[in-house]
């Protein structure tokens, strides 16, 4: 998880011995970027871009009689495309569909070693997670791949699966992040808005507060990354980054991005700027010193006029992490002070 510089803890609930003992890598997924698995241009054409992570949808983005020709275009885009740098996820269809097992076998079976997760959508509660572990690791071992290595995204999308989101978040190690789904769920609760992402009219504050902050709840009790929904008026650039800046603020780790004029704009909000990754490395460093031998063993010091102990070195590590997956580079360096 890129906010969180410290190895991942295995979450509690049920879980595949497989799975189990997995350690959980840690990914950014600052811009995570939707591909129509349908689209052979579309699979190309995400390649070249600079999102952190890239989801090659079989589900709302394929028309049904597209579905089966669909699993096989993204396994040969799996396999044959150039996606340096950048996190792999195919997000197949919900458990209420007949299509889910068929798509995760083909999928699985044809591109596992160059699949880092699967996202499931419409999760509504912990066992729809645990029966994605399972079928994972049985085509893992029956293939000979390395059981437990595959993640799992679990997308919130209604009133059901936010009620149970915090089994959900324990369901299994292999998870990775909770995503908000923003239009199904405002449709779930009869939400009065027919633009995703945007305050309903007639609410006076945050309609979204409370759903983002379950989520994001959920998420870090497990070690888990969240991700917000996407934002549908494409061409509003600015809207875009308002909507991901209240996202980011509360502490999410990206966005879903629905077209390259977002890639760019997400991977901004949810970095750090470079006064503050400059400031959180000098506490970090300060903090290193302050505590050693040389420095008086002490427990807490003076950065400038800024007083930092252990909570400051724990705020530091967050946006310090973040900064250092997004690649930035310091621009300052913490000079011992004179004694």
């Known amino acids: 998880m890129t906010a969180h510089p410290s190895p991942a803890t295995t979450p509690g609930g049920s879980r595949s011995?497989?799975?189990?003992?997995?350690?959980?890598?840690?990914?950014?997924?600052?811009?995570?970027?939707?591909?129509?698995?349908?689209?052979?241009?579309?699979?190309?054409?995400?390649?070249?871009l600079p999102?952190?992570?890239?989801?090659?949808?079989?589900?709302?983005?394929?028309?049904p009689l597209a579905k089966e020709g669909a699993r096989h275009s993204i396994v040969d885009a799996l396999n044959n495309g150039d996606w340096t740098g950048k996190t792999r996820v195919v997000r197949v269809n919900d458990w209420t569909t007949h299509w889910t097992y068929r798509d995760v076998i083909t999928v699985v079976e044809?591109?596992?070693?160059?699949?880092?997760c699967i996202m499931l959508p419409k999760v509504q509660d912990a066992q729809q997670v645990v029966a994605l572990d399972l079928l994972l690791t049985q085509i893992e071992k029956t293939m000979g791949?390395?059981?437990?290595?595959i993640g799992i995204e679990a997308q919130i999308e209604n009133a059901r699966?936010?009620?149970?989101?915090?089994?959900?978040?324990?369901?299994?190690?292999r998870l990775?992040?909770?995503?908000?789904?923003?239009a199904d769920f405002m449709a779930s609760i009869n939400m009065k808005s027919l633009v995703v992402g945007e305050q309903p009219p007639g609410y006076p504050a945050d309609a979204y507060h409370y759903i983002?902050?379950?989520?994001?709840?959920?998420?870090?009790?497990?070690?888990?990354?969240?991700?917000d929904g996407p934002y549908l008026q494409i061409k509003n650039v600015d809207g875009y980054k308002e909507v991901a800046g209240r996202a980011a603020a509360l502490g999410f780790d990206g966005?879903?991005?629905?077209?390259?004029?977002?890639?760019?704009?997400?991977?901004?909000?949810?970095?750090?700027?470079?006064?503050?990754?400059?400031h959180a490395e000098l506490i970090l460093d300060a903090y290193d010193w302050c505590t050693s031998e040389a420095g008086g063993k002490k427990g807490s010091a003076m950065l400038g006029d800024e007083m930092i102990d252990e909570a400051s070195r724990k705020m530091a590590l967050v946006i310090a992490g973040k900064g250092r997956a997004a690649g930035m580079t310091r621009t300052s360096k913490f000079e011992i002070p004179e004694a």
Not at 110 to 116: E, H, Q, R, S, T
Not at 145 to 149: L, Q
Not at 164 to 173: F, K, M, R, T
Request: charged fraction near 20%; glycine fraction near 6%; hydrophobic fraction near 45%.
């Open 17 to 48: 011995a497989a799975a189990s003992s997995h350690a959980k890598p840690l990914r950014p997924r600052r811009s995570c970027l939707a591909v129509p698995g349908s689209n052979p241009r579309f699979l190309e054409k995400a390649q070249g």
């Open 51 to 63: 999102a952190d992570q890239v989801f090659l949808d079989l589900e709302d983005a394929c028309a």
């Open 110 to 116: 044809g591109a596992g070693p160059n699949l880092d």
């Open 145 to 149: 791949f390395e059981a437990g290595r």
């Open 161 to 173: 699966g936010l009620v149970n989101v915090d089994e959900i978040a324990a369901a299994s190690p």
């Open 176 to 182: 990775e992040t909770i995503i908000f789904g923003p």
């Open 212 to 227: 983002l902050m379950r989520i994001l709840m959920a998420a870090r009790a497990n070690d888990l990354q969240a991700i």
């Open 255 to 278: 966005k879903w991005v629905l077209h390259p004029g977002q890639v760019d704009a997400a991977n901004e909000v949810f970095s750090p700027s470079q006064e503050d990754y400059d």
